[in-house]
């Protein structure tokens, strides 16, 4: 299995070249729209090693960037990754960790989200079109099509492709030729067993690519640490240990210093071995990594090992494959319904992060607010359209007709008597979509609030008064937004509703603070900007889901997906009886969301649906 790791190093100056000249545009872009927002890179084996180099640059020019591996991705909580940008590498896109992983991303997060491969996947594409066709994988098909047994050509391919992301220069030009390490005297591979790598901030993805490479072609053990926490203790290992241990130094101009007076410390005897490079940019990054390769054939070579091809035992690829979603439990952090709920509303994760006052008012607030679900009795069921009653990628939005299940349920309720008015941004096409799945018979107790609650129809209403409100003049302070947001270089195209601008916008946090301040600073005071889970509306609040609903009726339970304060459900939930399948508010007497830890998306909202339960007036809901 693999190929010779000599004929792999001979590719890679044709790699970096090629990678160099490929096209970057779009996934740039991912990295420059919502640049503030965290970057969650996963990545596996080798991509892993990249992954860490993504997030070094995504560090140092945008925001905060954490590398992970696939196992690693599946501990962190649903909210961290639905705040979070995501960002997957892999280079053929079929190992199971790595679908698995991806997977979680689609069901969890909400939608900013890209991949990399170099090499077309068939498994990988099959997941993309179960669950989403909005997301966007970038394939860059490698001219080396497949590595050996290590990652060599595709890494440094994802290592050039990553850096023309963040920088112009072509590092071909930069990258030095010749062997790129040296030793402090003459050291016997072949008797050390121990490496500790010793590197700064631009050399830790090769520092980590090390430990990869040494540990997969059983070259020796590697302890990693950066120079100062090699000072921190770390050191003893070779007043122990040393006969057997050798440093492996990463150095670049900017840690030079400190990586010269560091290895001055050490005693005479300790081996070194210094990659070195006269760079001091993330092209030195690189450098680094491609002179490491050396090391690795070297060190491989007086072992008698070819790291391209080691061999591998059969418990090794029974490893490979094993399904670790079956083998762990999701309930590594459990909490009562209560906890869990109070959690969300606080946005943290555990109870003990909450001062004692705080929770003791939120707990009493929740048990109020369960008491006064458990005895209201409601007339009408007011749901928000995307992200709670259809799911928010592409594939479900243009859907003809609501999902069945979905339709089922309402049609139940329906069927026992019970009103339900559905708040959508959306016009006409959402009527013509409820007729489809709502039976005719129900018809006229099916209200449909179009334009963000601008205008009211029920089924059995033909679309004009829907269509009115979209060709009726633009309101004033509407045209005022228009006109000054021409100003930037951000201009998006608006879909216009007389009472409401609306776009679909990748730089949800650009396109948020430049509305924001053109309200403010032209005191455009009947304007709100809400951010649903697909798109942008800019309202004018004189006519919102929350006064259209009460419209309808005073009795209300109102379930929607985007609680928060930024979100387009705020209004809605914001009275008193309210739920959420998301995004909750802080405010301790509604929006609460009360749905079990493993529920998402569309199941949520099924689950609040099976506790409702007829009555002689209406419906009750009981938890």
């Not at 970057?24 to 919502?34: D, G, Y």
């Not at 595709?154 to 290592?159: C, D, M, Q, R, T």
């Not at 909750?584 to 749905?595: E, G, T």
Request: net charge neutral; hydrophobic share 40%; proline share 4%.
């Amino acid at each position: 299995m693999g190929k010779p790791f000599k004929v792999e190093l001979e590719k890679l100056a044709g790699t970096i070249k090629w990678a160099e000249q490929q096209d970057v545009t779009a996934l740039r872009s991912f990295f420059s729209l919502n640049a503030g927002t965290p970057l969650i890179c996963i990545g596996s084996g080798g991509s892993y090693s990249a992954a860490s180099y993504a997030a070094m640059l995504y560090k140092q020019m945008c925001g905060l960037a954490v590398p992970m591996t696939p196992l690693a991705f599946d501990t962190y909580s649903d909210t961290v990754i639905r705040d979070s940008k995501l960002l997957f590498f892999s280079a053929a896109g079929r190992n199971k960790d790595f679908l698995i992983a991806f997977q979680h991303g689609l069901e969890v997060g909400r939608g900013d989200m890209t991949g990399i491969c170099l090499r077309e996947s068939p498994k990988w594409d099959e997941v993309i079109g179960k669950y989403s066709t909005d997301f966007k994988k970038h394939t860059f098909p490698i001219p080396t099509v497949k590595d050996g047994f290590l990652a060599t050509n595709s890494l440094v391919a994802f290592f050039v492709l990553m850096y023309r992301c963040f920088f112009d220069a072509k590092p071909s030009k930069y990258i030095q030729k010749g062997i790129g390490y040296s030793y402090n005297h003459e050291i016997v591979f072949s008797k050390i067993d121990n490496f500790i790598v010793l590197y700064s901030n631009l050399s830790e993805p090769v520092a980590v690519d090390l430990e990869s490479k040494f540990s997969e072609a059983a070259l020796g053990s590697v302890l990693m640490a950066d120079y100062r926490n090699f000072g921190h203790g770390r050191h003893q290992w070779f007043d122990k240990k040393g006969a057997n241990s050798c440093i492996v130094a990463l150095v670049n101009e900017n840690d030079r210093p400190l990586a010269d007076k560091t290895l001055s410390k050490m005693p005479d005897d300790v081996n070194v071995v210094r990659i070195e490079t006269e760079l001091s940019t993330p092209l030195a990054t690189i450098d680094l990594l491609v002179k490491s390769f050396q090391l690795v054939a070297t060190i491989g070579n007086m072992r008698g090992i070819d790291p391209g091809r080691p061999g591998v035992p059969d418990y090794g690829t029974e490893l490979y494959h094993l399904n670790y979603v079956k083998l762990i439990s999701d309930d590594c952090i459990k909490l009562p319904a209560k906890e869990l709920a109070i959690c969300r509303k606080l946005r943290l994760g555990s109870k003990a992060l909450i001062p004692a006052k705080e929770y003791e008012e939120y707990s009493n607030a929740y048990d109020g607010f369960i008491s006064m679900l458990r005895e209201k009795e409601f007339d009408l069921l007011a749901l928000d359209y995307d992200g709670t009653i259809c799911n928010v990628d592409r594939k479900s939005r243009y859907n003809e007709k609501l999902e069945d299940s979905i339709a089922k349920k309402l049609n139940k309720l329906l069927s026992d008597g019970i009103k339900i008015a559905i708040m959508t941004g959306r016009g006409g096409s959402v009527h013509e979509l409820l007729r489809k799945s709502i039976q005719k018979e129900y018809w006229q107790k099916v209200y449909l609030g179009c334009y963000n609650g601008a205008v009211i129809v029920t089924l059995s209403d033909d679309a004009t008064a829907i269509e009115a409100i979209k060709d009726a003049p633009l309101d004033e302070q509407l045209v005022k937004l228009e006109k000054e947001i021409k100003c930037y270089s951000f201009v998006p195209t608006f879909r216009k509703y007389s009472t409401q601008l609306s776009f679909t916008c990748m730089d949800k946090m650009k396109a948020y603070e430049i509305c924001n301040e053109i309200i403010l600073s032209n005191k455009l005071d009947k304007l709100h900007v809400w951010s649903s889970s697909h798109s942008m509306d800019i309202v004018v609040s004189t006519r919102a889901s929350k006064s259209a609903v009460k419209d309808i009726s005073e009795d209300v339970l109102a379930i929607g997906d985007r609680g928060d304060y930024e979100g387009n459900d705020f209004e809605m939930l914001s009275m008193p009886y309210s739920l959420s399948v998301d995004g909750v508010s802080r405010n301790p007497n509604s929006c609460w969301n009360l749905a079990p830890r493993d529920l998402r998306g569309l199941d949520v909202v099924k689950y609040y649906l099976r506790k409702i339960k007829k009555t002689n007036k209406g419906f009750k809901i009981k938890f």
